[in-house]
């Protein structure tokens, strides 16, 4: 029966896939995992072909959008009272945490902890080398940083002036990831990468808006549920609590840039690009 298929003419299972594929893109199927990695690799070779001014400019525009995260959460965290249910409060500063993320995710810049997953792919894929992907990581981390920094400047000045947030609230925010352990920090910034490699590709995978929406929400709003570390948005936190409270010096500033950095680099290429393209590869034509 097989067979008999195939001499009918090998187009009709081409023009199965063809369909297939472009039922794929219609969102009327989910898209396969072949498709999900097509589109990662896709978007990574098209990120790394940009310009240097285009790719900084755009990664400068993430670190500062992503600032309104942090900035709500402060927002949240002076409106919150004394003794109340600690679960709510959380929840409050995991919706407000996930701001910034759609801001950054749906406005479509360059964000470092989604190309930690993202850009691997087209490296294993073979379509772009290490070289093309130190290039972006250098890029697009270097926007966000000084992106973020400018906004922790400003919002250190301007929350407590206009009376949106306290000062000390900046520092109840850092104050979780400056007091853990070396070890400790660096695990929980594995998986913050690993979940920031998830959300990447569930946002290939997803075929309209409202899907985007909600991954972008419910991820990132697990990782400010969790108080997670992340480098991106945490450099906001971390330094506005530097600028704010005397006793937190730069070096712990540092420290915790190096060791969320290393671990949302960690978590992303490893758990996700790594061991998705691994195991979709495996499945296609018993390829090695």
Do not use: C
Not at 132 to 154: I, K
Not at 223 to 245: C, K, Q, R, W, Y
């Amino acid at each position: 029966m097989v067979a008999d298929d195939g001499a009918d003419g090998g187009d009709g299972g081409d023009a199965g896939v063809g369909h297939e594929r472009e039922a794929e893109r219609e969102g009327e199927i989910p898209a396969s995992n072949e498709t999900v990695i097509d589109r990662l690799a896709e978007t990574g070779v098209d990120e790394m072909d940009r310009g240097a001014p285009a790719l900084f400019l755009s990664a400068l525009s993430a670190g500062l959008d992503i600032g309104f995260g942090p900035l709500l959460v402060a927002v949240v965290t002076t409106l919150t009272v004394a003794g109340g249910d600690p679960v709510v409060d959380r929840l409050y500063v995991g919706a407000a945490y996930s701001v910034g993320f759609v801001f950054v995710v749906l406005g479509g810049s360059e964000l470092f902890t989604e190309h930690t997953s993202l850009a691997v792919v087209p490296v294993l894929d073979d379509r772009a080398g290490l070289g093309d992907l130190g290039r972006l990581w250098s890029l697009v981390y270097a926007g966000n940083v000084v992106g973020g920094v400018a906004f922790a400047v400003f919002v250190v000045w301007f929350a407590p002036a206009y009376g949106l947030a306290s000062t000390a609230s900046f520092a109840e925010l850092a104050e979780p990831f400056l007091d853990q352990p070396t070890a400790v920090l660096f695990a929980g910034a594995v998986l913050t990468g690993w979940m920031m490699g998830l959300l990447a590709w569930l946002v290939a995978a997803a075929d309209s808006t409202i899907a985007r929406v909600v991954f972008v929400v419910l991820v990132t709003g697990a990782i400010g549920f969790a108080h997670l570390p992340h480098s991106i948005a945490g450099n906001v936190e971390v330094l506005a609590a530097t600028l704010a409270d005397p006793d937190i010096g730069v070096a712990e500033y540092v420290r915790f840039m190096a060791l969320t950095t290393a671990g949302n680099v960690g978590g992303g290429a490893v758990f996700v690009a790594l061991l998705k393209y691994g195991f979709v590869l495996g499945t296609v034509e018993g390829e090695p």
